[in-house]
């Protein structure tokens, strides 16, 4: 009696009184060996410019369609944009690995059974896929990972991405706001504005600079900062600053006192008279300031804050 074949992965099935002397070799090579492949091989594919490559299926022989895993390679496109490849119409499944290079963003390659609806596999993307009775390819879908709308999200931190928020997250102000909405206890957006409830604050705290012979800033960090003198300084050009920031900068006197202050010509002041800080020991001045422009700062020293 010959020998036949299982429908799905082409098994030798041995015909009864078939190969006495040679039964070991036949169930070895056209049985667990391929049982082995199919559920464990990881094939490449060699893709590229046809249309269609097509996956030939072997009874009881090696072949490519029987592995579990196989990785789409090449590079593909130029006179067809979308490639197909066909595997057998019978029902398996498989990973799809579509490491392929694209000639251009219009590419698309295919997995399809010659009868059945082709499954488009994303560039980079490693998608389960099984085929029916039918001979349709499915891929495992959002709700079969119990993923839901986060399936067509990528969550990350480069600009491309989507960032983790939730809807108590100050940085992302919906525009469509028209009422009062919550988004964090007496904090809540209104049209076109953020209201602070009263049992609610909201403050930048105080930066602290280096003290050098030219002080500098960084307005892109805060707007209040506090520097305490060790020497005669000079208050240096803030980087980062933009029209209408306003704030102020602590001058402190060391314990020795008589420290003076010098400063870059963006700052400017009332009567055009740049003031003189307190000299006593550990004095404390504040600069108040509202920058007019980046590079225009017009500002106030109030003096010896004591009691």
């Known amino acids: 009696m010959a020998s036949t074949y299982t429908s ?7 015909g009864d009184g078939d190969n006495p002397n040679s039964w070991g070799a036949v169930l070895n090579d056209g049985v667990i060996s391929l049982v ?21 299926a072997v009874d009881g022989g090696t072949d490519v369609p029987r592995s579990a ?4 390679n090449g590079t593909v496109g130029g006179a067809h944009t979308t490639i197909t490849m066909i595997i057998p119409n019978v029902t398996k499944g498989y990973v799809i690995n579509n490491q392929t290079t694209y000639t251009t963003t219009t590419n698309v390659v295919k997995i399809k059974t010659a ?3 082709g499954l488009t596999v994303a ?9 029916d009775t039918d001979g349709s390819v499915y ?8 993923l839901g709308t986060a399936a067509s999200a990528d969550i990350g931190v480069c600009a491309t991405n989507v960032p983790e928020v939730s809807a108590a997250d100050l940085r992302y102000v919906r525009t469509s706001v028209t009422t009062d909405a919550t988004v964090r206890g007496n904090i ?5 504005s953020l209201k602070i409830g009263t049992s609610a604050r909201a403050y930048n705290p105080i930066t602290t600079l280096t003290d050098a012979a030219s002080i500098t800033s960084d307005f892109a960090v805060g707007n209040n900062f506090l520097v305490t003198l060790g020497g005669n300084r000079t208050l240096a050009a803030p980087s980062n600053a933009v029209a209408g920031q306003s704030g102020c900068i602590y001058v402190i006197q060391d314990g020795t006192g008589s420290r003076t202050l010098g400063y870059n010509t963006v700052w400017q002041f009332v009567c055009a008279t740049v003031p003189v800080l307190s000299t006593g020991a550990n004095d404390v ?4 300031y509202m920058a007019r422009s980046a590079t225009t700062i017009d500002a106030v020293l109030l003096k010896n804050f004591d009691r």
């Open 139 to 146: 891929s495992t879908n959002a709700k079969g990972l119990g």
């Open 69 to 72: 895993f196989l990785e789409a």
């Open 285 to 288: 001045d504040m600069l108040l």
């Open 36 to 56: 082995d492949d199919a559920i464990a091989a990881y094939t490449t594919v060699s893709l590229g410019s046809a249309a269609t490559v097509t996956l030939s």
């Open 8 to 14: 799905r992965i082409r098994l030798v099935k041995q």
């Open 115 to 117: 009868a059945g609806d």
């Open 123 to 131: 560039q980079g993307a490693v998608s389960q896929i099984v085929v």
């Open 188 to 192: 809540t957006y209104e049209a076109g």
